[in-house]
T-cell receptor, first 115, second 114 residues
């Protein structure tokens, strides 16, 4: 069965410092993995995706994630946090149990940025 | 990427009533998805809606409570029936993107049941 675990429910960093949001997945096949961001009172936006090409994936707003099969991880990073990065972040894994292209959401990590 | 709109953006409803949420996409798509996001929680898939066929519901969700229509390739509705305070959530629709499993989401409908 496919699942995704976000290891931290809340991460707080100072502006200008690196961001690390951790995600581990469980899958019986090569999965597709995604990170979505949800700003307060706004919809979900796709940050980046991994679909079996390059293992280091670059996304929008300076974020990137590295697919590590040996560690079953897909951690999200950014070298320097900005106040506008404060939001909820969801790690997502593909679900191939059926013909529909369904996805499974992690529990989310709330990122806070300290001035 | 697809542009998705939802109506209403928010509503406050009394228990026992029903609310129909509309989802409109600016391009034709085969599959549309409906999710629920309870307060402080992640997203849970309610059902998958294909045009011209019955929606497929996930475990824990039933058609009588969440009837879905999909009359064409750009539109879908989700009805939350006989509402109770436990139905207070954000309801989001999504559509498939250009690559496998990628989805684009609407802005959501924030429902409060009193």
């Amino acid at each position: 069965a496919q699942s995704v675990t976000q290891l931290d429910s809340h991460v707080s960093v100072s502006e200008g410092t690196p961001v690390l949001l951790r995600c581990n997945y469980s899958s019986s096949y090569s999965p597709s993995l995604f990170w979505y961001v949800q700003h307060p009172n706004k919809g979900l936006q796709l940050l980046l995706k991994y679909t079996s090409a390059a293992t280091l994936v670059k996304g929008i707003n300076g974020f990137e994630a590295e697919f590590k099969k040996s560690e079953t991880s897909f951690h999200l990073t950014k070298p320097s946090a900005h106040m506008s990065d404060a939001a909820e972040y969801f790690c997502v894994v593909s679900d191939r149990r059926s013909s529909a292209s369904k996805i499974i959401f992690g529990s989310g990590t709330r990122l806070s940025i300290r001035p | 990427s697809a542009v998705i709109s939802q109506k209403p953006s928010r509503d406050i409803c009394q228990r026992g009533t029903s609310l129909t949420i509309q989802c409109q996409v600016d391009s034709q798509v085969t599959m549309m998805f409906w999710y629920r996001q309870q307060p402080g929680q992640s997203l849970t898939l309610i059902a998958t809606a294909n045009q011209g066929s019955e929606a497929t519901y996930e475990s824990g969700f039933v058609i009588d409570k969440f009837p879905i229509s999909r009359p064409n390739l750009t539109f879908s509705t989700l009805t939350v029936s006989n509402m109770s305070p436990e139905d207070s959530s954000i309801y989001l629709c999504s559509v498939e993107g250009t690559s496998a499993y990628e989805q684009y989401f609407g802005p959501g409908t924030r429902l409060t049941v009193t």
